[in-house]
Each structure stands twice: as C-alpha cells, then as structure tokens.
T-cell receptor, first 114, second 113 residues
Framework: AAGVIQSPRHLIKEKRETATLKCYPIPRHDTVYWYQQGPGQDPQFLISFYEKMQSDKGSIPDRFSAQQFSDYHSELNMSSLELGDSALYFC?????????????FGPGTRLTVT | AQTVTQSQPEMSVQEAETVTLSCTYDTSESDYYLFWYKQPPSRQMILVIRQEAYKQQNATENRFSVNFQKAAKSFSLKISDSQLGDAAMYFCAYLSGTYKYIFGTGTRLKVLA
C-alpha cells in the first residue's frame, strides 16, 4: 500500500538559510499534519491542513509557513534557520471522517542546521 | 488542555518476558482515541495499537495489549513474549476532536538477550 512520502529525507542548511520540506499524503487522504521532533523529545504538532485550508496551528514559529496544494501535497517553508530548528520533521496524513482519525506518518525529514 | 504523561523514561525486559509501559492522560472530553507508537532507531513512527475511548474492551494486537482505565485516565501497554526487535522508544498519544496528536515524552524499552 502507498505510504506518506517526504522529501528530502535529509537536509543540511546553514544558519539564516531557508529550507522547504515536501510531503505527499497517501492517495485520497485530504488532511496533512506537520510535527517537529527535536533530539530526545516527543513529536510536537506544528500545523495541519484540511482540503487546502489551514485547520489548526500549534507551536509553529512565525519564520515557518506551510500550505497544501490542489493535489493535496503540502510544503513546509522555513526561513532564517536557527540551530534550534535542527530536528526530525514528520508529515502525517489522514482521511477526514474515518472512524479512528488515525494519522499515517511519513519517514520524516532530518534537518540539520549548522 | 489535554496532557499525556509517561512516567517511565526507560524500561528493561528480558527476552521472552512481559513488560508493561505506563501512560496517563488528562482530558475533559468524553470522546477520544489513544494510541501507542513505536519509534525504532530508524525513527519511523510505527503504530502499535489503538483504543477508542467509547469501547470498554481492551484492544489487543498479537503480543501487544492495553489496559484502558477510562475513569482513572490510564492507558498502559503490555508486551508479552518480548523480542529483541521490540527494543525502541514507545510513545503514548492522545487524539480528539482537534485532530492533532498529543504525545507523551516516551519510554525507551531495552530488551535483554
């Protein structure tokens, strides 16, 4: 079965640079979520989109923005990168209305800021 | 706001033995879902088991089962016949109408040969 695809899998950037992370949800899934997992920490919710509209927002810095496109893929744009942005970024997708609201996680993008 | 607490940062179990990981949560909602996720060294998030709050019956998936105590807001994971491949970080997660996961801080499980 098709899974959530994230690209790139690894990304190395310098401070103050920008980064774009991409997420391709499972086919027919209409909702995308972004989570940030710092070293030794649990995943923290950043933002979510349903049918191309932002549906919820968590602890996402103003330097970050995201959107969901007409084909339901999503991009997380990160500007003025800081050392503290180094983390594993997960994308997850779900189908609104499914019984368990279970989210399916991608493999993550490991961002290293030097 | 909902919170999830895992009070055991690390647990060890002998191969073939049974281990229980604890999770408590706090919520004022009546309808929600609880999950256990496994995160091996690859850091992929793998669903282990899910529990619907409206179901009194505890969920079971092969060697994995939960003890769901709704009144006590407790959701523990029991792993029977532990295997070396079970070694990983385990996260308890809460999901409700806001549709975002709230994770506990995780429990690192070590399996001893």
């Amino acid at each position: 079965a098709a899974g959530v695809i994230q690209s790139p899998r690894h990304l190395i950037k310098e401070k103050r640079e920008t980064a774009t992370l991409k997420c391709y949800p499972i086919p027919r899934h209409d909702t995308v979520y972004w989570y940030q997992q710092g070293p030794g920490q649990d995943p923290q919710f950043l933002i979510s989109f349903y049918e191309k509209m932002q549906s919820d927002k968590g602890s996402i810095p103003d330097r970050f923005s995201a959107q969901q496109f007409s084909d339901y893929h999503s991009e997380l744009n990160m500007s003025s990168l800081e050392l503290g942005d180094s983390a594993l970024y997960f994308c997850a997708s779900s189908l609104a209305g499914q019984v368990s609201y279970e989210q399916y996680f991608g493999p993550g993008t490991r961002l290293t800021v030097t | 706001a909902q919170t999830v607490t895992q009070s055991q940062p690390e647990m060890s179990v002998q191969e073939a033995e049974t281990v229980t990981l604890s999770c408590t949560y706090d919520t004022s909602e009546s309808d929600y879902y609880l999950f256990w996720y496994k995160q091996p060294p690859s850091r992929q998030m793998i669903l282990v088991i899910r529990q619907e709050a409206y179901k009194q019956q505890n969920a079971t998936e092969n060697r994995f089962s939960v003890n769901f105590q709704k009144a006590a807001k407790s959701f523990s994971l029991k792993i029977s016949d532990s295997q070396l491949g079970d070694a990983a970080m385990y996260f308890c997660a809460y999901l409700s109408g806001t549709y975002k996961y709230i994770f506990g801080t995780g429990t690192r499980l070590k399996v001893l040969a």
